[in-house]
């Protein structure tokens, strides 16, 4: 069970707008320290697609977004296209364990 | 550009000991956090710990303390994950992930050493 709920799987046809929620609580999202989002394909390392809530290094898609509410936050794929066909994760600190944690990962299929 | 290489698969019989490593480049080692990421098969991602080159200071997930060690040779831009005494449990895929100066994220990370432990 993770601190960090996301749905396990979301899908969406080409071209759509889908979400994927990560849930958490007062002491990592509700407390105001930052979320994360990472894109992992199979057989690969996870690499970092959104930082400090809504922030994109270099080279990813204006396509993805981020935003925070309260104890919850959200990743956004708008124009959705095959190649973001992935696990999603995302990642807070938690101030009673003292230590990050990820969601549990959410699947994404692009129909 | 930064790089964090790790070492190869690893295949141990339970009860073995371990240490697996992430050699660092194209930064300075001792200015970032490296941290270490646990993926079981077919799981999600498990944040174990993390330590500060430049002291050593280390941090765990209370998931993690006790049951695994993390450490840097500072002197070759490495670090460590060890077991003393490996479990079937502990068969995985591990990550190494250097943490941004800023608010607890990996920027960059390894690709990962795959553990077996079978007896």
């Not at chain 1, 919850?72 to 999603?88: C, K, N, P, R, V």
Request: charged content about 15%.
């Amino acid at each position: 069970q993770s601190v960090l709920t996301q749905p396990p799987s979301v899908s969406g046809a080409p071209g759509q707008r889908v979400t994927i929620s990560c849930t958490g609580s007062s002491s990592n999202i509700g407390a105001n320290y930052a979320v994360h989002w990472y894109q992992q394909f199979p057989g690969t390392a996870p690499k970092l697609l959104i930082s400090i809530t809504n922030n994109r290094p270099s080279g990813v898609p204006d396509r993805f977004s981020g935003s925070k509410s309260g104890t919850s936050a959200s990743l956004a794929i708008t124009g959705l296209q095959a190649e973001d066909e992935a696990d999603y994760y995302c990642q807070s600190y938690d101030s009673s364990l003292s230590a990050s944690v990820f969601g549990g990962g959410t699947k994404l299929t692009v129909l | 550009e930064v790089q964090l290489v790790q070492s190869g698969a690893e295949v141990k019989k339970p009860g073995e000991s371990l240490k697996i490593s992430c050699k660092v480049s194209g930064y300075t080692f001792t200015h970032y956090w490296i941290g270490w990421v646990r993926q079981m098969p077919g799981k999600g991602l498990e944040w174990m710990g993390i330590i500060y080159p430049g002291d050593s200071d280390t941090r765990y997930s209370p998931s993690f303390q006790g049951q695994v060690t993390i450490s840097v040779d500072e002197s070759i831009n490495t670090a460590y994950l060890q077991w003393s005494s490996l479990k079937a449990s502990d068969a995985a895929m591990y990550f190494c992930a250097r943490e941004s100066e800023s608010d607890y994220h990996f920027d960059y990370w390894g690709q990962g050493t795959p553990v077996t432990v079978s007896s």
